[in-house]
Nanobody
Framework: QVQLVESGGGLVQAGDSLRLSCAASGRAISESVMGWFRQAPGKEREFVAAINWSGTSTYYTDSVKGRFTISSDNAKNTAYLQMNSLKPEDTAVYYC????????????????????WGQGTQVTVSS
């Protein structure tokens, strides 16, 4: 059974940085696509970023390009989301997600395209 556990969320000020971690168990992320979604209060969950099995291809939503970086460490079976220059509009619960298979460009922006989800970690950015 696949389990995803996020950590690293918190309360920061605008312009600060945070790094989220997603520890996976039950499946090697080297055989999976990893992703991050977020859900702000009163809004639908939205795609943030994804990375393919080898770490050679990434995909981002436009609003985080140049500020967020997704990465993975297959030896630790962990994915990361480095978030820089945070803005109040980045405030949300951030969810880690996993899709079995090696795929190509990880352009999986719909929730229905992903198979496993973590419980989420809260990120709050104050102005």
């Amino acid at each position: 059974q696949v389990q995803l556990v996020e950590s690293g969320g918190g309360l920061v000020q605008a312009g600060d940085s945070l790094r989220l971690s997603c520890a996976a168990s039950g499946r090697a992320i080297s055989e999976s696509v990893m992703g991050w979604f977020r859900q702000a209060p009163g809004k639908e969950r939205e795609f943030v970023a994804a990375i393919n099995w080898s770490g050679t291809s990434t995909y981002y939503t436009d609003s985080v390009k140049g500020r967020f970086t997704i990465s993975s460490d297959n030896a630790k079976n962990t994915a990361y989301l480095q978030m820089n220059s945070l803005k109040p509009e980045d405030t949300a619960v951030y969810y880690c997600t996993l899709k079995p298979g090696i795929g190509g460009t990880p352009q999986y922006v719909r929730e229905s395209q992903w198979d496993y989800w973590g419980q989420g970690t809260q990120v709050t950015v104050s102005s």
